[in-house]
């Protein structure tokens, strides 16, 4: 729903997926699931079942083993426009030897124009700078990725994709490895853009009760007692 009261078309459609590696041992089997620009969704659900590979999945990173998988008017294997998504893997795939600024001015580059005019690559720089400044790494800036703490690193990631601007953001387990204020700063740095933006957050959070406090809504995959090959997805709707 937007600040209109008008509830907008999806933005991510998943119709009869099953998702995975191979095709005789689906992980997960999600017969219908609709995110909408606004939203904030967690995956949630015990180690090993899928919730990379679904958020991989929805990035367009793996091909699921069948069904549709649309995201925005782009169904896969076509790919929505460059930037639209942003992804904060579980492994963040930093570049450890260049500066943070480096780092984050790569995504915001993806989330400009594509034309390396000088006012594209300004843009760039003060969206680089202000979203390094969100997470608290405004004295890293210029220091190589590698000496800085998991956390840090992390928010490195965090910090990369919120510079590109994305209408959708993937987020892997985001705030794992950084100490309870800093999780807190970064948590409501990252619900403040999508809320201003009217962006949609598909967060994957292993600790439930923050899953809860974050989400508008759960996706909880369960390892499926019901089928050994299947997994169970369920949407709950949680009050908020
Ligand atoms: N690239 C891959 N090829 C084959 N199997 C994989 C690959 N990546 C992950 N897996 C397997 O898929 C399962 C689900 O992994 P994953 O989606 O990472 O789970 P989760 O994020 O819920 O912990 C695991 O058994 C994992 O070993
Ligand atoms: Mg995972």
Known sequence: MNNTGIKEDANVILEGVKIGYSINNPLVEIPHLEIFPGEIVAITGPSGVGKTTLVRTIAGLVSPISGSVRVF???LPHRPPRGSIGYIPQRLGLVSHASVLHNVLL?????????????SSQKSRRSAIDAIDRMGLSEKMHEPVRRLSGGQQRRVATARTIAQSPKILLADEFLSELDEKTLDKVQNEVIDYIRKNNSTLILVEHDVSRAT??????LVIDDGRVNPFLSHTTALEVGK
Do not use: F, V
């Open 213 to 218: 406090s974050i989400a508008d809504r759960m």
């Open 73 to 75: 008017d782009s169904t």
């Open 107 to 119: 995504g915001a580059r993806a989330g400009h124009s594509s034309a390396l005019s000088i006012i």
